[in-house]
Nanobody, 126 residues
Framework: QVQLVESGGGLVQAGGSLRLSCAAS????????MGWFRQAPGKEREFVAA????????NYVDSVKGRFTISRDNAKNTVDLQMNSLKPEDTAVYYC???????????????????WGQGTQVTVSS
């Protein structure tokens, strides 16, 4: 069992930056692929970024490439999402997720994730 708690959301002007952090409980953090997803009002939850178990491989949705960076610290059981050059369309609730079901799935596939945080609101004003 893994419990995930996100923090770092808030209100920022377009062009600004925020850093989201996700703290995980449990001793098996390093055995999970970690991902960030987001959900805007009235829209489906969408993939944002993922990082593999040792931090050596990352994936991003095209709309955030070059602006967002995912990283993890297995010693501290944390995964972060650095968000720069924020745009109003980045406004959403951001969720941290942990999963291990990627043998036949991409890391962008929600079905690969077993555990989810409660989410943190990010609002970007124009």
């Amino acid at each position: 069992q893994v419990q995930l708690v996100e923090s770092g959301g808030g209100l920022v002007q377009a062009g600004g930056s925020l850093r989201l952090s996700c703290a995980a409980s449990g001793r098996t953090f390093s055995s999970y692929t970690m991902g960030w997803f987001r959900q805007a009002p009235g829209k489906e939850r969408e993939f944002v970024a993922a990082i593999n178990r040792n931090g050596g491989s990352t994936n991003y949705v095209d709309s955030v490439k070059g602006r967002f960076t995912i990283s993890r610290d297995n010693a501290k059981n944390t995964v972060d999402l650095q968000m720069n050059s924020l745009k109003p369309e980045d406004t959403a609730v951001y969720y941290c997720a942990a999963g291990s079901n990627f043998v036949l799935r991409s890391r962008s596939d929600r079905r690969g994730y077993d555990y989810w945080g409660q989410g943190t609101q990010v609002t970007v004003s124009s």
